[in-house]
């Protein structure tokens, strides 16, 4: 079995799409979503907005910029908890729902191993200190629900479009099991008489729509074309982590001029769960209508990895109360394995029948209705995926021993992503990253305030959408942070807020005219506390 993929073209997300098996098409979605990572970190960098390319002394910047190593002059350990806090307000039809998530999670743990020359030296170069971080980069945590009652279609509907003029014996996927299920039948194929529903003899359905003896396409028991629209709803559940562990080096050369560079090993825990169910059929004079029960697809899917990169940086201060940085991070290479499935549950009334005519128009084969299931094997499939690179710049600006504001810059062409497989053919996809796909610019801002052994600390960071359509739909990403920390010789201990907010959108299938779509504002809010002990 090929891959079970949920396809939202032009949309960041995963959705349920028509063809949602037996199709190599849709591993673009996962290009972009494992490729928008953050650097992670301690509280500290993130209380400031991640804006640290320019700065040293924090175990963040073995993964951001290791140059920043060399502003070490002890050596340091230290871990990050971290708890969050996810809300999402979806709209969908003109229904507002609201849900949370809250996980608890390790955000950084790390020791860096300092080897400088001392505070006095007459050498220009002073030494360096080695890392070995780990930072959780990206997050998966989520969980969308939404209802609605929709008054244009059904996923019958969308069935039915799927399925074209194509021969029952030659579908695949959902289309498959919706015929096997009763909810769509082949209008008329090889001249076989129309297919019916019926009980007590006075009820039918299906109407076939036939040119000149031949097939014009399916018709179905519920949706637009019998006006018998439903309840709609789902719940969106998303769980796991990208993780990256850093090992890096960097060194100082005559308190000037900073350079290094590292290895990151990078993890990959994701998982996908969806539910989407129909019911509550209703008629056009809103009474409800007691043929269909429900249907209800589930939808699993499960990615495994790991991937590799290499970041290099330099840090140089031209005068004493400012620094600039440059880093550079290179794709991450990928080695993914992908588990799907998803079942289908049909309710059907039970005092209803399926009837088959033969060609005087007689009943031939009659069907009791009820409950039926259908379960997917388990699809496996393997690819490597390529990254993009990123090219991060900033500066930083000290105020005297007071403190310091910092700024970044981060370029990043999510078009440059590549997909690789032996298992499909991966040219669509490939096509459709660089036409989804885009360049740009994020940036962060912070700023740090000292108060003797205290620390205040806030920033702003942003992230632009990555599509490329001019469709009117915002996916950038705002985060709000502050925190406070506290400082003593040989121990320190930092807590930060953060709160993201950014849209997403959900659509559970696609049909030629109003196609419905639910947008949910997500808000998370990331408490965190790093605690670091020098030695």
Sequence with gaps: MMKLKLILIGLAVFCTSQNIVAQALGYFNDALL???????????????????????????????????????????????????????????????????????????????????????????????????????VNNFNNEIRYEGVNQNNSIVDSFIENAGNVP?????????????????????????????????????????????????GYAGLVGNQQDILPRQSEVIRTSGAQYQLNLSWGGNYD?????????????????????????????????????????????????????????????????????????????????????????LTTDWNSNYSYVTLNSQFNPSDTIALGRIVDESDIGITDYELRSPSRLNVGAAVFIGKNGFISGDLE???????????????????????????????????????????????????????????????????????FGVGFREKNYFVDLAVINSSFKSFHSPYFVNELSPMATANNTTTRAMVTVGFTF
């Design 255 to 343: 308190d000037r001029l900073y350079f290094g560079g590292g290895i990151g090993l990078q993890t990959v825990d994701y998982r996908l769960e969806r539910v989407y169910t129909e019911d509550e059929f209703t008629l056009s004079d809103e009474s409800l209508d007691d043929l269909l029960n429900s249907i209800v697809i589930r939808d699993e899917f499960d990615v495994s990895g790991v991937g590799i990169n290499g970041t290099f940086g330099l840090i140089a201060r031209p005068i004493d109360y400012v620094t600039v940085g440059v880093s550079y991070t290179t794709p991450t290479f990928y080695s993914l394995n992908e588990e799907t499935s998803f079942s």
């Design 34 to 136: 494992f490729s928008q990572t953050n650097f992670g970190g301690s509280a500290r960098i993130q209380a400031i907005g991640g804006a640290q390319v320019a700065l040293g002394g924090d175990q963040s910047l073995a993964a951001s910029n290791p140059a920043g190593l060399g502003f070490f002059n002890r050596s340091t350990f230290s871990f990050t908890p971290a708890f969050d806090f996810h809300n999402a307000d979806t709209d969908y039809l003109g229904t507002r729902v609201s849900n949370y998530r809250n996980r608890f999670n390790i955000a950084q743990l790390g020791v860096v191993f300092n080897n400088s020359k001392g505070d006095i030296v007459q050498d220009k170069f002073k030494g360096g200190s080695f890392a070995i971080t780990l930072n959780r």
């Design 411 to 481: 370029f990043v062409d999510y078009s440059n992503a590549h997909i690789k497989s032996n298992n499909f053919s991966p040219t669509a996809d490939n096509q459709e990253i660089d036409a989804l796909y885009r360049s740009v610019v994020n940036y962060r801002l912070g700023a740090e305030w000292r108060i003797d052994q205290f620390r205040l600390r806030g920033g702003y960071s942003f992230q632009d959408d990555p599509y490329s359509a001019n469709d009117g739909l915002d996916r950038s990403v705002k985060n709000v942070s």
């Design 168 to 216: 029952s014996g030659n579908l695949g996927g959902l289309e498959a099991s919706a015929f096997n299920h009763f909810l769509i039948d082949e209008a008329d194929w090889d001249n076989r008489p129309d297919y019916i529903f019926n009980v007590d003899g006075n009820r039918t359905y299906i109407v076939p729509n036939i040119v000149d003896g031949t097939i014009e």
